[in-house]
């Protein structure tokens, strides 16, 4: 079985500072995607990024950017430029690449790391 | 276009009773997954709903159960309630070919307490 891991509970940023934050995972499977997502303090969660383990060039969305290390089984993700609203918790995800008659939502989450960020 | 709309938001039952929650999945969207998520355990998968049909069911037990209408709204229901039913239940939903794979819509969550 799949798993997600966030060493991390915790982490603080400086606003206009960068910050980590980490994730491994375990898995037998070639081919799979990997995500994080934000749940800011009001609970709605979005996807903040997305990597494709076929593709070895990392994925970027404007200030978020992830290093994907497939041997290492390690997906981290950076945010640059922090600002106030970055504050949430982030979590890690895996989804098989494998579509049981088309199903999409089977996510594996981490546990999450809870960001916040200092003015 | 509306986003995933949960209701109730918040809910309180007693131990042995049952709970019945609603999702109402972004327009067009025809996949509806249910999540659990708790301090301890973080977010677990409980079922995933497509075209009415199940596709995928997390590990739990058989308290949980779901169905989806043909208009794609799903409903999650949980029987003979238990203290460590007290959750955030996360309903999200997503359409195949549209959007990036594997992305997920989701709601602000039914946030139920059990007594």
């Known amino acids: 079985a799949q798993t997600v891991t966030q060493s991390q509970p915790e982490m603080s940023v400086q606003e206009a500072e960068t910050v980590t934050l980490s994730c491994t995972y375990d898995?037998?499977?070639?081919?799979?995607?990997l995500f994080w997502y934000k749940q800011p303090p009001s609970r709605q969660m979005i996807l903040v990024i997305r990597?494709?383990?076929?593709?070895?060039q990392n994925a970027t969305e404007n200030r978020f950017s992830v290093n994907f290390q497939k041997a290492a089984k390690s997906f981290s993700l950076k945010i640059s430029d922090s600002q106030l609203g970055d504050a949430a918790m982030y979590f890690c995800a895996y989804r098989s690449a494998f579509r049981n008659g088309g199903s999409q939502g089977n996510l594996i989450f981490g546990k999450g790391t809870k960001l916040s960020v200092k003015p | 276009k509306a986003g995933v709309t949960q209701t109730p938001r918040y809910l309180i039952k007693t131990r042995g009773q049952q709970v019945t929650l609603s999702c109402s999945p972004i327009s067009g969207h025809r996949s509806v997954s249910w999540y659990q998520q708790t301090p301890g355990q973080g977010l677990q998968f409980l079922f995933e709903y497509f075209s009415e049909t199940q596709r995928n069911k997390g590990n739990f037990p058989g308290r949980f159960s779901g169905r989806q209408f043909s208009n794609s709204r799903s409903e999650m229901n949980v029987s003979t309630l238990e203290l460590g039913d007290s959750a955030l239940y996360l309903c999200?939903?997503?359409?195949?070919?549209?959007?990036?794979?594997?992305?997920?819509?989701f709601g602000e969550g039914s946030r139920l307490t059990v007594l």
């Open positions: 990597q494709e383990a076929y593709k070895q």
């Open positions: 999200a939903s997503s359409q195949p070919g549209q959007g990036k794979v594997g992305e997920l819509f």
């Open positions: 898995t037998s499977e070639s081919d799979y995607y």
